[in-house]
Nanobody, 118 residues
Framework: QERVVECGGGSVHSGGSLRLSCLAS????????VNWYREFPSKERQMIAS????????RYADSVKDRFRIERDDENNVVYLQMTKLSPEDTALYIC???????????WGRGTQVTVSP
C-alpha cells in the first residue's frame, strides 16, 4: 500500500526545535516531489517547504525561510523538515504531500501536530 506517514511532532517552548519526518512506503521518494504543508486551527492550509525529486529545487514560504530546512534521504525513503526558532505562530498540524515527478498518484499524510508554547 502506498502511503506517507509523518512523525516527529510534539510540544516545545518558544525558541525550540523539532525535526519532522515524512516516511514513504510502497513507492520510491526519489520519483516524487515532496511538499510540507501546515494547517492551522482555522483550517487554513499553507505550503511551507518543497523539494523537487532530484533535490535541485527547494522553496520555502517567507514565514519559515531561514528557520526551517527540508532535506531528502531517498536511500531511506524519507524526507525531513528541520524546524528551528519555533514560535507560537508555528503551532499547526504539519502535513506531508508527495506528488509524482512523472507517473503516479499524489499521497497525503494525516499530519503530525506541532504545538509551541510561549
Amino acid at each position: 500500500q502506498e502511503r506517507v506517514v509523518e512523525c516527529g511532532g510534539g510540544s516545545v517552548h518558544s525558541g525550540g526545535s523539532l525535526r519532522l519526518s515524512c516516511l514513504a512506503s510502497g513507492f520510491l521518494t526519489r520519483r516524487y516531489h515532496v511538499n510540507w504543508y501546515r494547517e492551522f486551527p482555522s483550517k487554513e492550509r499553507q505550503m511551507i517547504a518543497s523539494i523537487s525529486n532530484l533535490g535541485g529545487n527547494i522553496r520555502y514560504a517567507d514565514s519559515v525561510k531561514d528557520r526551517f530546512r527540508i532535506e531528502r534521504d531517498d536511500e531511506n525513503n524519507v524526507v525531513y523538515l528541520q524546524m528551528t526558532k519555533l514560535s507560537p505562530e508555528d503551532t499547526a498540524l504539519y502535513i506531508c504531500h508527495a506528488t509524482p515527478a512523472s507517473q503516479g498518484v499524489d499521497h497525503w499524510g494525516r499530519g503530525t501536530q506541532v504545538t509551541v508554547s510561549p
